[in-house]
C-alpha cells in the first residue's frame, strides 16, 4: 500500500480540528491538560481518527512502525502551538491509541499480525522489574577523546557503536551514560482471562514489552487491555545462537487497566429489561436456587448459600481499615456426595471464576511466586487468589493441602490481600476473591459425636475465617434415596435436565454481574432485627458457665448475607426479610458444626478454638489437679489423677483418660517417668 498523502501533516490537522459531540477541540484540549499535568502521551481514539480520515487510520494499523514516529513528530509540533514551554521541556510527545476497532482473542495472534497494530485483553500474570533502556548513545573514542553523540539504537539486544573514530581512525569506544539518552523498560506477561479459556484448553499467553510513562501503570492479577505492534523475537540458545523459531511479542502503544469489576461485562437494552423483569418476581430466590448445579438434587441451604455469595456483600472502608464484603463457604462432606460438582459448576459460572485442588496446589501457586526470567532477574508471578481477584476461587480438596502450603490462605481469607516479600522484591497484591472451598472428614465419614476441627484435617485459623460451614452426610433416608435414584436415572436415560433451570448459566453470570452495580444499605429494621439477634445470642453467655454462642466476626457474615440477598433481588435497601434469611442460614450452619454436644448448647469456640467450653474446663480442671498433686508429691501419678477426677469431681473413667492422652498430645502434660506427669509450664 503505497502512501499518497504526508501522514505528519494529516495527523496534525486532525488534533487541531477534531471535535467532540459537544463541539469542543477534542485533543487540543487533551494537549493543554498534558501540559498543565507534566504527563508524555496523547490518547488518540482510534474511532475518531477512522471518522476523520480512514486512509489514514487503516495506514496507521498496518503499518505502524513506520508511521508512528510520523504521528508523534505531527502531536509535538501541535503541542509547541498549544504549550511552547512544556513542548521544549520534554522535547518528544507519545501518540497511544486506543479502542480498536477489532479486538483479537489472545490465541487468535499470528504470523498474519507480524507488523500490524492489534488489540486484545488479558490478565497479567508477570511483571519483571523496571530497567533503563538505551535508546540514543553517546560514546568517546578511548584513542583520542573524541565524542560522537545522538547514535540511535534499534531492536537488538547489542549497543550499536560508530564504526571508526573520524578523528584516530581507532575504533575502541566508551559510552557516556550521563550523556546518553535512557527510557524506563519493563516486561509484563499477559494470559488469557479466566472467562475466556476454552474447555479443556491451557491457557496461552504472550510476552509483551512496556516503556516510557507505560511502566508499572499495571501489576500482576490487572485485567488489561493491550494495544501494540505484533513482533517476531528469534529464540537464542546458548552456544547455538539464533534458531529458525521465533516468539511472538508485542511492542505496546497502549495498555490500559479494565476494571476488574465483573461489572464490566457487557449487557445489552433486551437483556437489562429480561433481568429487571426476573428479579421483580416474588420467587426470584427460588428461581435462583434452581438455577444453581441443577444436575445435582437437593442441598437447598447450600444452593441458597451459593447464590449470596456469587452477589456479595458491599466492601467498604472506614477509618482505613477495610472490611470484605466477599462471603467464604465450607462444605464438609462424605464420599461420594456431589462436593466436587458443586465447586466446578460454581467456578464457571461465576463471572470471574478459577478451580484449583488441594492436592496438586501450593502456597506460590495460590497467592504468588516470584520466579526468574530469561535475564536472570526476578519477576513476579500472580497466583490463583491473584488472578481471580473480584471473582470466586474454588479450592476442592482443600484438607489435602500440605500445613505450610495452607498457611498462605490466612491473609488472602481475612485482609483480601497476598504479601510477598522475596528475592528483593516486596509487593502487595489485590487477592479481593470469595473462597468456596470442600474437604472431605478426616475420619473417612463426618463423625457427629466430634466437633468440627476434630472431623477436619483444617486449623481452626483457617476455620475460624469461613463465613458458612455446611456439613453433608450421607445418611439413608428411603424418601430422599428414592427422589435421588429417580433423578440420576433420569439424567442418564434423557442425557438432559428432569426441568430446564429458570435462568440459564451464561444468563446467570450476567445477571450477577449487573446486580454487582448495586450497594444495598441496611434499613433502619434491618439493622434492629440484626442487633437484637446479636444480643439475643450474646445474652446466653452472660452466666460464667456459658459457652459463647456468637462473636463480631458472625455478626458481619450475618449483614454480608443479607445485602447479598439484597443485591439478587436488585434492591438497594436490606429489609427485614433478608436479615430473616440471613439469620436461618447462619442458625443452619451453627447448629451443624457449632453444637456442644456435652452442654446441649451452641458454642462457637468449636469454630473460632477447635475445643468447646464445657472441653476446656474439663483440661482446665485436669491441670488444677495436676497442680494440686505436684505441689503435694513433686508430680502427678496418672492412676491417682483418674481417680480423684472420677471421685471428686464426677468425671468419666474413659473420658479423663481421653483427654490426658490428647493433653500429652498436644504437650500441656508431659511424663516425668513412665505413669507420672507433669505441667509443661
Known amino acids: 500500500m503505497e502512501i499518497t498523502f504526508n501522514i505528519a501533516d494529516k495527523f496534525q490537522s486532525f488534533l487541531r480540528t477534531f471535535r467532540s459531540e459537544d463541539g469542543s477541540f477534542k485533543y487540543r484540549e487533551q494537549l493543554l491538560q498534558i501540559a498543565s499535568l507534566g504527563l508524555k502521551s496523547i490518547k488518540v481514539s482510534f474511532i475518531d481518527l477512522r471518522i476523520y480520515d480512514e486512509e489514514l487510520a487503516i495506514y496507521a494499523q498496518r503499518y505502524p512502525s513506520r508511521v508512528l514516529p510520523e504521528l508523534e513528530k505531527a502531536a509535538f509540533d501541535q503541542l509547541k502551538v498549544e504549550a511552547r514551554d512544556y513542548a521544549e521541556k520534554i522535547r518528544k510527545i507519545n501518540v497511544r491509541f486506543k479502542d480498536l476497532i477489532e479486538t483479537f482473542p489472545l490465541r487468535k495472534i499470528c504470523v498474519d499480525h507480524l507488523g500490524q497494530l492489534v488489540q486484545f485483553e488479558g490478565i497479567i500474570v508477570r511483571a519483571t522489574a523496571v530497567h533503563p533502556l538505551l535508546i540514543k548513545a553517546t560514546f568517546a573514542c578511548k584513542v583520542c577523546g573524541h565524542i560522537s553523540e545522538s547514535i540511535p539504537q534499534e531492536e537488538s539486544t547489542a549497543i550499536a557503536t560508530p564504526t571508526i573514530c573520524p578523528n584516530c581512525k581507532k575504533s575502541s569506544w566508551k559510552l557516556l551514560e550521563d550523556r546518553s539518552e535512557f527510557i524506563n523498560y519493563q516486561e509484563l506477561r499477559i494470559q488469557e482471562r479466566p472467562e475466556d479459556l476454552p474447555p479443556g484448553q491451557i491457557p496461552r499467553w504472550i510476552d509483551i514489552v512496556v516503556t516510557d510513562d507505560l511502566v508499572d501503570t499495571a501489576r500482576p492479577g490487572d485485567n488489561v487491555v493491550v494495544t501494540g505492534i505484533v513482533k517476531a523475537k528469534p529464540q537464542i540458545l546458548p552456544g547455538r545462537g539464533g534458531l529458525r523459531i521465533f516468539n511472538l511479542t508485542v511492542e505496546t502503544n497502549n495498555i490500559e487497566v479494565k476494571g476488574k469489576e465483573p461489572e464490566q461485562i457487557e449487557i445489552t437494552v433486551e437483556e437489562e429489561e429480561r433481568i429487571r423483569k426476573i428479579a421483580s418476581d416474588p420467587g426470584i430466590y427460588e428461581k435462583l436456587k434452581a438455577s444453581i448445579a441443577p444436575a445435582i438434587y437437593g442441598y437447598d441451604d447450600i444452593k441458597e448459600a451459593i447464590v449470596y455469595m456469587l452477589f456479595g456483600g458491599v466492601p467498604i472502608t472506614v477509618g482505613g481499615n477495610q472490611i470484605r464484603g466477599d462471603i467464604n463457604i465450607l462444605i464438609i462432606g462424605d464420599p461420594g456426595t456431589g462436593k466436587s460438582q458443586l465447586l466446578q459448576y460454581v467456578h464457571r459460572v461465576a463471572p470471574r471464576g478459577l478451580y484449583t485442588h488441594g492436592r496438586g496446589t501450593t502456597a506460590a501457586g495460590l497467592t504468588a511466586a516470584v520466579v526468574r526470567d530469561k535475564g536472570g532477574a526476578m519477576a513476579l508471578e500472580a497466583g490463583a487468589l491473584v488472578l481471580s481477584d473480584r471473582g470466586v476461587c474454588a479450592i476442592d480438596e482443600i484438607d489435602k493441602m500440605r500445613p505450610e502450603d495452607r498457611v498462605a490462605m490466612h491473609e488472602a481469607m ?268
Open 414 to 681: 481475612e485482609q483480601q490481600t497476598v504479601s510477598i516479600a522475596k528475592g528483593g522484591i516486596v509487593a502487595t497484591l489485590n487477592a479481593r476473591a470469595s473462597i468456596i472451598a470442600a474437604a472431605n472428614p478426616a475420619f473417612g465419614r463426618y463423625d457427629p459425636l466430634r466437633t468440627v476441627a476434630d472431623n477436619i484435617n483444617l486449623p481452626v485459623s483457617i476455620l475460624s475465617r469461613f463465613d458458612l460451614i455446611f456439613v453433608l452426610r450421607d445418611k439413608p433416608d428411603k424418601s430422599l434415596d428414592a427422589r435421588i435414584a429417580e433423578h440420576v436415572l433420569m439424567l442418564h436415560s434423557t442425557r438432559e435436565l428432569p426441568e430446564a433451570p429458570p435462568i440459564e448459566s451464561e444468563f446467570l453470570r450476567k445477571y450477577i454481574a449487573y446486580a454487582k452495580r448495586i450497594n444495598p444499605k441496611l434499613s433502619k429494621e434491618a439493622m434492629e432485627r440484626i442487633r437484637d439477634f446479636y444480643l439475643k445470642m450474646r445474652a446466653l453467655s452472660e452466666s460464667s458457665g456459658s459457652p459463647i454462642a456468637i462473636t463480631v466476626r458472625q455478626l458481619e457474615s450475618i449483614i454480608r448475607l443479607a445485602e447479598a440477598r439484597a443485591r439478587a433481588a436488585l434492591r438497594d435497601t436490606v429489609t427485614v426479610e433478608d436479615t430473616e434469611a440471613a439469620i436461618r442460614l447462619m442458625g443452619a450452619t451453627l447448629e451443624q458444626v457449632g453444637f456442644d454436644i456435652a452442654s446441649g448448647k451452641i458454642d462457637i469456640d468449636i469454630i473460632m478454638t477447635g475445643k468447646p467450653k464445657s472441653m476446656r474446663d474439663k483440661l482446665q480442671l485436669i491441670l488444677s489437679v495436676v497442680s494440686k498433686l505436684e505441689k503435694e508429691n513433686g508430680m502427678a501419678g496418672k492412676d491417682d489423677l483418674v481417680k480423684i477426677l472420677e471421685e471428686e469431681y464426677g468425671m468419666d473413667k474413659t473420658e479423663s483418660v481421653k483427654l490426658i492422652n490428647q493433653m500429652l498430645k498436644e504437650g500441656t502434660l508431659y511424663e516425668h517417668r513412665p505413669g507420672f506427669l507433669k505441667k509443661t509450664m
